[in-house]
C-alpha cells in the first residue's frame, strides 16, 4: 500500500511568515509523529498524535508551532512568524499504534530566508 | 534525553563488510531500532531489538547489549546502494512513542 506521504516537498518562505505543513499517514495507523531533522543530525521528536488527540507536544520548540490532526488521519503542521532558525526538513511518521514500528514520510524542507 | 553516540562517518569496499557501533545512556530502556536514510529520503526502518543477542535479516544484522549499553549493526556484501546514513534510535518506557535519534553514521561505500 502507499506509505506517508507529505506535501510540499519543499517550502522557502520568508522570515515572519506563516506555513502550513501537510502529513497523511498509512492508512489505518492510529499513530502519527512529527520530527525536525537538521543537517548533519539525527530526527527530533515534535509532537505524537493518538488518534484526533496530542497526547504529546513537549517536542515543539515555542508556542509558533501547533498541529492538528481533526479527523485522526492527515495532520497538519502549522508554523507562525518563521524565523530562519526554523529552516529544517520536518519529517511525518506513522505507526499502527504507540509502540509498533514507525515509518516516515520523505520530509518537508524548509527554507525560511 | 538520551546521549546516543554513533560514529560520524565510516568508507568501506564494495564486497567488504562494516560495523557500526551505536553507544546510549538512557533509564528505562525499552528498544533499539536502526533506520537506513539516503540523502534527501526518508529513513526506513531497517531492524529493531530490545533484548540482548543478534538479529540477522539478509545481509543486515543488529546487536544488542542492556548491560553495556551498546548495540551495533553490521553490513555484509556491501553494495554501493548501501551508502546512506544509518541511525540508531532508542525508545524508553513511558514515553515508549519517543524516539530518540544519534545522529547518524554516513556510510560511504567505494567501489
Known amino acids: 500500500g502507499a506509505g506517508v506521504s507529505q506535501t510540499p516537498s519543499n517550502k522557502v518562505t520568508e522570515k515572519g511568515k506563516y506555513v502550513e505543513l501537510r502529513c497523511d499517514p498509512i492508512?489505518?495507523?492510529?499513530?502519527l509523529y512529527w520530527y525536525r531533522q537538521s543537517l548533519g543530525q539525527g530526527p527530533e521528536f515534535l509532537i505524537y498524535f493518538q488518534g484526533t488527540g496530542a497526547a504529546d507536544d513537549s517536542g515543539l520548540p515555542n508556542d509558533r508551532f501547533f498541529a492538528v490532526r481533526p479527523e485522526g488521519s492527515v495532520s497538519t503542521l502549522k508554523i507562525q512568524r518563521t524565523e530562519r532558525g526554523d529552516s529544517a526538513v520536518y519529517l511525518c511518521?506513522?505507526?499502527?499504534?504507540?509502540?509498533?514500528?514507525?515509518?516516515f514520510g520523505p520530509g518537508t524542507r524548509l527554507l525560511v530566508l | 534525553g538520551q546521549n546516543i553516540d554513533q560514529p560520524t562517518e565510516m568508507t568501506a569496499t564494495e564486497g567488504a563488510i562494516v560495523q557500526i557501533n551505536c553507544t546510549y545512556q538512557?533509564?528505562?530502556?525499552?528498544?533499539l531500532f536502526w533506520y537506513q536514510q539516503h540523502a534527501g529520503e526518508a529513513p526506513t526502518f531497517l531492524s529493531y531489538n530490545v533484548l540482548d543477542g543478534l538479529e540477522e535479516k539478509g545481509r543486515f544484522s543488529s546487536f544488542l547489549s542492556r548491560s553495556k549499553g551498546y548495540s551495533y549493526l553490521l553490513l555484509k556484501e556491501l553494495q554501493m546502494k548501501d551508502s546512506a546514513s544509518y541511525l540508531c534510535a532508542v525508545r524508553v518506557m513511558g514515553n515508549d512513542y519517543k524516539l530518540s535519534f544519534g545522529a547518524g553514521t554516513t556510510v560511504t561505500v567505494r567501489a
Open positions: 511518521a506513522s505507526s499502527l499504534g504507540r509502540q509498533e514500528t514507525q515509518y
Open positions: 538512557t533509564s528505562g530502556f525499552n528498544g
Open positions: 492508512s489505518g495507523h492510529t499513530a
